[in-house]
Every structure is written in structure tokens, then in C-alpha cells.
């Protein structure tokens, strides 16, 4: 069946350094959406990729998904500290509407 | 109004108990999602409902059961639960299922926190 593989699946960062997570899917995916759950909350929807070797920016945050459709990476520039929490990448196929894979999450700690 | 709420926010159910965990949204969203989530663990999907009709069961033991009495609410009634059943039940809601290109987002509640003793 369809895994999505997320790593690393800790990363201990400084505040102002960059770092990337980055999904590994063993099947071609139709799209993949990414989280990000607080400590103790919820997760929250960042952003959705659609297209081959699509790139979306949000401020410091740049997405991409890659040309085969099997990976997707998120980098965060000049990590703050409320970049804290743990990043989850969600891919979906065609023929699996509703049901999202979720990668295992990236626990993101920052150091000030 | 963007937001899905969950009640009890905590619940501690004996292994004989009957208890039901409830969601509720109000953005006119016709899907509607169970997960369970373990301690550092990623959001593991239950249930699907679409249109108020069950869409996906993957595989969920009888002692959860689902019920969508109207397009805003899901409801989650468990019965007979083991202590490996403790985990935080997350709700979502997204429009629909399927959207041309792509998918919707979907929108999480704060979770319900369970104790199966």
C-alpha cells in the first residue's frame, strides 16, 4: 500500500538557521498537503501542492513538490521560535479520496 | 466561522463504559473525518463521511462507531475500549472530497484526549 516516508523525524535548530524536511512517497501522489501541529494543539493546514516541480512560498516557508510526484520538501529560513512544532507532510493518490497518508512528522525544537 | 469544535476536551472511561466523543462545524463542509493520534505519532484516519454517508472505514475495530446525524455533526460512540485505545481522537471537516486538481484542506479540531483505565 501507499507510505509516505517523512524525515528527519527530529531536528533540533538555532534561531536565525535554516532547515528542510523533506517526503518520500513510494507511489505517485496526485497531491500532497502539509501541517503543522503546535505542542499540545492541533494540526493546521499550511499549504497544498498540485503540480509537478510546483514551489509555493509563505514568507519564510518554501514548499515544492517534485517533478515524479513521489517527494515534496518544506524549508524554513531564519528559524524563529515560533516556528516550533512538529511539521506533517499528507499525500494523497487518485484512487484514495479522503484518505490522506500522513508522513510521521518532523519535531522541529528551536534554541534561541 | 472556521472552527471545528470537540467535546469533552478529556475523557477517562473505565474498559466497561459507554461514552460518545462529539464534533461539530458549521462552515457548510460536507466532509467530515475521525482520527486517532498517539503520543509523537502522526493523525491515523478512522473514518470517512461524505454527505452525511459513510465513505471510509479503514479497518476500525466495532467497539468505535460512527454516526453523522446531520451535515454539522459527528459523533464517535465507544464501547468496550482497551487501555491501547488512549489517545487523542482529532476531528476534521474539509468541503468535500474531491476537488478538481487537487484536494481540500481540511480544518482539525482541538481533539479529544481519552483514557481508557
Known sequence: GQQVMQIP??????????????????TTLSNIQWYKQRPGGHPV???QLVKSGEVKKQKRLTFQFGEAKKNSSLHITA?????????FCAGLTTDSWGK???GAGTQVVVTP | DTEVTQTPKHLVMGMTNKKSLKCEQHMGHRAMYWYKQKAKKPPELMFVYSYEKLSIN????SRFSPECPNSS??????HALQPEDSALYLCASSQGLVL??????????????LTVT
Open chain 1, 9 to 26: 523525524q527530529y531536528q533540533h535548530v538555532q534561531e536565525g538557521e535554516d532547515f528542510t524536511t523533506y517526503c518520500n512517497s513510494s
Open chain 2, 58 to 61: 479503514e479497518s476500525v475495530p
Open chain 1, 79 to 87: 528559524t524563529q521560535t515560533t516556528d516550533v512544532g512538529t511539521y
Open chain 1, 100 to 102: 490522506f497518508q500522513f
Open chain 1, 45 to 47: 493546514f499550511l499549504i
Open chain 2, 73 to 78: 455533526l459527528l459523533n464517535l460512540h465507544l
Open chain 2, 100 to 113: 478538481a486538481g487537487g484536494a481540500y484542506e481540511q480544518y482539525f479540531g482541538p481533539g479529544t484526549r
